[in-house]
């Protein structure tokens, strides 16, 4: 075997990757790394394990090399390095605590009350009570004297160049979490120019929240202007393209958050992290295999590291937790569908149960809109019938009250030719001063007055009817006209005879009515 001291161009191009890598991962020099792999027959994965768990007392390689024949020493050495590789993991992650991440919420410092104890809220009551009573004295006399307040201004004017806004120990305004990651982004953009980080423009506690709901990789970058390392760590390694790269390649969902630590919020970020180093780095993801709503912090890189080992312990990192956060995606992915399914079920039912009620509300409608018409055509029939009932009272009423026809012979007599609406001719003597109402009321009235039975007696007029006669009485040459509304006498209407025609006006309305 060749000893520690070798040239590395000596060595071949794999044992070169192989030292590259291992020294990457565990920040070894490279005089104290060679002996590790060349005891592990340049096995980087085997020399990794040995170095974090500690070498056994003695080497299972070589003693499973001497054990097995040369036909079969590949394959089963292959096989039984695998085995030692998941052995050491395994033992590793079930030694290995995974480190809850609380989620941080800053409270504004204009909130941040302190409770007095009660013992000396009591001692101190009088000495309030004191204050309150001088405190009115003082405004009551500063209301009576004006020129009182402005002389206590003047002596107590040097608290005129106190700043109005609060401030930190450090100088830096207290700002909201959105605010202050806006602050940082702009410092960052001053200090190192133009960058192509994708960094979360809002508080901790909402980059927190997203990655926990869309199950995601937050990397939370902690820096201090005060440490030597800030910059050089910023401009080789947070800015370096490998770096940037990786972060921004959407397979590693990664979530990207950075502070500086003189401000409030990152401050108790990096108090929940237990950071004791800067600048910091923590990979916080969800752990479903802890508890289903549990955030852990799965990876921490402390100090100044190169970009291709911060790249490679955020890639072992993620690698290691991708599985069951795959699984958590694929089960919140079956539950988003499930839950899809059944909205869609209820949407479809609730369309059915509107179309079933629309239809109800159609068919009922449509019965109420029937009964309701086929109670207006009752009502209306039954007004038919009263208005026919009066009608018919009326007539009975007003035929007991026309005048029998005067006799043959007498003075003062008119003689009227009418011709009924059914073609017969009828002649009869009128009173010449009777009015041209009782012309009408006749004609109304005349199958009552020829009828058998006679005209009723006692009957009474109908009350709350107004009755309205449907025909006119018209001279046919010249045509005239002779309306009841406009009143007169027979004679002065008509003459000493006349020759008149019944032209009912009603035989329109029922025509149309019939329509």
């Known amino acids: 075997m060749t000893d520690a001291g070798v040239d590395l161009s000596q060595l071949s191009e794999d044992h070169q990757l192989a030292l590259h890598q291992f020294t990457a991962v565990t920040n070894q020099e490279v005089k104290d790394a060679i002996p590790i792999l060349q005891r592990c027959q340049w096995n980087v994965q085997i020399a990794?394990?040995?170095?974090?768990?500690?070498?056994?007392?003695?080497d299972p390689v070589a003693e499973a090399s001497?054990?097995?024949?040369?036909?079969?020493?590949?394959?089963?050495?292959?096989?039984l390095l695998h085995e030692l590789n998941t052995s050491s993991r395994s033992s590793r992650s079930r030694n290995r605590q995974l480190d809850p991440a609380p989620r941080v919420v800053p409270q504004p410092e204009s909130q941040v009350t302190a409770q007095t104890p009660l013992l000396l809220s009591i001692i101190f009551t009088p000495f309030s009570l004191l204050y309150s009573l001088l405190s009115k004295y003082f405004r009551f006399f500063g209301y009576l004297f004006p020129f009182l307040p402005r002389l206590w201004g003047r002596l107590t004017a040097s608290n005129i160049n106190t700043p109005a806004g609060r401030r930190t120990a450090t100088g830096r305004r207290p700002l909201n979490p959105r605010d202050s990651a806006a602050r940082f982004l702009r410092e960052f953009e001053e200090g190192y120019g133009m960058h192509s980080l994708p960094f979360f423009e809002n508080g901790y506690a909402q980059a927190y929240d997203m990655a926990k709901k869309e199950l995601k990789f937050l990397l939370v970058v902690l820096v201090s202007p005060e440490h030597d390392d800030t910059s050089s760590f910023i401009r080789d390694t947070l800015l370096s393209q490998e770096v940037v790269d990786f972060i921004r390649?959407?397979?590693n969902s990664i979530i990207l958050w950075a502070g500086n630590v003189?401000?409030?919020?990152?401050?108790q970020v990096s108090a929940a992290l237990n950071c004791t180093k800067f600048p910091f780095a923590a990979l916080v993801v969800h752990t479903p295999q802890v508890s289903a709503t549990a955030m852990s912090t799965v990876a921490r890189i402390t100090g100044p590291t190169p970009p291709p080992q911060f790249v490679s312990k955020l890639r072992q990192?993620?690698?290691?937790?991708?599985?069951?956060l795959t699984r958590a995606r694929a089960q919140r992915a079956e539950m988003q569908a499930t839950r899809d399914?059944?909205?869609a079920q209820d949407s479809a039912y609730e369309r059915s149960l509107a179309q079933d009620r629309e239809r109800a509300r159609k068919k009922r409608e449509e019965a109420e809109r029937k009964a309701r018409e086929e109670k207006e055509a009752q009502e209306q029939e039954q007004a038919k019938e009263r208005e026919a009932r009066k009608l018919e009272q009326w007539r009975q009423w007003r035929a007991s009250s026309i005048p029998s026809e005067p006799a043959a012979g007498g003075k003062d007599i008119v003689g009227i030719s009418l011709r009924m609406p059914s073609g017969d001719r009828v002649v009869r003597k009128f009173a010449a001063d009777a009015a041209v109402e009782e012309l009408y009321a006749f004609v109304e009235c005349y199958d009552i007055l020829q009828s058998e039975?006679?005209?009723p007696k006692g009957v009474e007029e109908p009350k709350d009817f107004e009755h309205e006669y449907r025909f006119q009485l018209v001279s046919p040459m010249p045509r005239e006209v002779y309306e009841v509304k406009a009143g007169g006498s027979i004679r002065e209407?008509?003459?000493?005879?006349?020759?008149?025609?019944?032209?009912?006006?009603?035989v329109e309305e029922s025509g149309e009515e019939e329509e």
């Open 453 to 455: 039975e006679g005209v």
């Open 493 to 506: 209407k008509i003459g000493r005879s006349g020759n008149l025609i019944v032209e009912r006006t009603d």
């Open 317 to 324: 990192a993620i690698q290691q937790h991708s599985e069951p």
């Open 249 to 251: 390649a959407p397979e």
């Open 341 to 343: 399914i059944r909205q």
């Open 48 to 58: 990794i394990a040995r170095f974090f768990d500690g070498e056994p007392a003695e």
């Open 66 to 79: 001497a054990n097995i024949p040369a036909p079969q020493d590949t394959r089963r050495q292959a096989n």
């Open 262 to 267: 003189q401000d409030s919020e990152a401050y």
